[in-house]
């Protein structure tokens, strides 16, 4: 029902936005995210659940598999009027939004948010722009001056006392993990790094099973090619990359093998240049594309828990050899 203005990742928004900027994007668009502040925390208990309920008649769903709704609704209402925590030694009861990290907590705040949401959503459309939220965070592209946004925000923080709007206007901003930037009327991605990204992946001297080690530059590689929307970009996204990685105790040769099986799977057999970057580019953009690996199970756990006990026979091999080091 929402997933034409929900989603729930960079890729998704990129995709939209692609397509979107090829007609409406001017030197003058703006870009605007939006947090939420503190939307688990703030939805007034009561009005929670009847947003719940709402969606429920919306959709008009009398039951869930065996479930009656009128069911539903009197557990939703048990568990989020009984949470409580402890702190510094005191018992507290929470008489206000729900607690964080609850799955129920996530669907009432999109159940609310989505009631929320719905005048703008319309506003934003009747002028040709796009508007995406992901739980608490929106992001609207749009061909208003800056003043006029400004004054609608304002607008939409007074729709409800229980919402709280935080804006940021700009000609670049980035949304999850996807940096935009409006250069003159073109459209520019790349991929965001948070201020403080740490280089650190699964170690390969892990004792994970293989799959996991390989799809980690296999995707990572993916995600620099569908967001980097230059080929000098994707080059240092890729050397960054590498580097990591390597940080990380991966082989070279391991490294050069899963960027081959990437471009490999989007049919690339040459070489990416400046001069068919934005092709290639753009096929894989528009590849749908889900990894699904056969595993065996029971050679995985098995390989598993063959290396966690190597391991600790290792170490204790080490341990003694220190200690009678020690000793002479």
């Not at 090619?225 to 040769?253: A, V």
Request: with cysteine; net charge positive.
């Amino acid at each position: 029902m929402a997933s034409k203005t929900t989603i729930t990742s960079g890729f998704e928004l990129l995709k939209h936005l692609k397509r979107w900027s090829i007609i409406n994007m001017r030197s003058a668009t703006l870009f605007c995210t939006i947090d939420v502040s503190d939307l688990y925390t703030m939805i007034p208990q009561v009005e929670g659940v009847l947003a719940l309920k709402k969606m429920l008649d919306h959709l008009q769903l009398k039951k869930i598999k065996d479930l009656k709704t009128e069911a539903i609704i009197r557990l939703a209402r048990f568990v989020i009027q009984n949470n409580y925590f402890s702190y510094n030694k005191q018992y507290y009861h929470q008489t206000r939004g729900g607690a964080m990290g609850s799955p129920l907590t996530l669907t009432i705040a999109n159940c609310y948010m989505f009631f929320f949401e719905q005048d703008i959503i319309r506003q934003i459309n009747n002028s040709f722009g796009l508007y995406f939220r992901y739980i608490d965070d929106i992001f609207i592209v749009i061909n208003w001056p800056n003043r006029h946004l400004l004054q609608q925000v304002d607008r939409w923080n007074k729709f409800d006392d229980n919402i709280k709007l935080i804006v940021n206007i700009s000609h670049q901003v980035n949304f999850l993990d996807l940096y935009m930037e409006n250069q003159d009327g073109i459209l520019f991605t790349n991929v965001f790094h948070k201020p403080s990204y740490e280089p650190y992946y699964l170690p390969f001297n892990s004792i994970h099973p293989l799959h996991m080690k390989r799809n980690i530059p296999f995707t990572m590689l993916l995600r620099a090619i569908r967001y980097c929307s230059t080929f000098q970009e994707y080059l240092d996204e890729r050397g960054k990359l590498r580097m990591d990685l390597i940080l990380n105790k991966y082989p070279i040769k391991f490294i050069d093998q899963q960027f081959n099986r990437m471009l490999q799977k989007f049919n690339i057999n040459e070489l990416l240049t400046m001069y068919n970057y934005n092709t290639l580019r753009q096929r894989v953009i528009d590849t749908p594309y889900e990894e699904k690996v056969p595993i065996d199970h029971r050679t995985t756990l098995l390989t598993h828990f063959y290396n966690h006990y190597l391991l600790k026979w290792l170490q204790k091999q080490q341990l003694h050899l220190v200690l009678n080091c020690s000793n002479i």
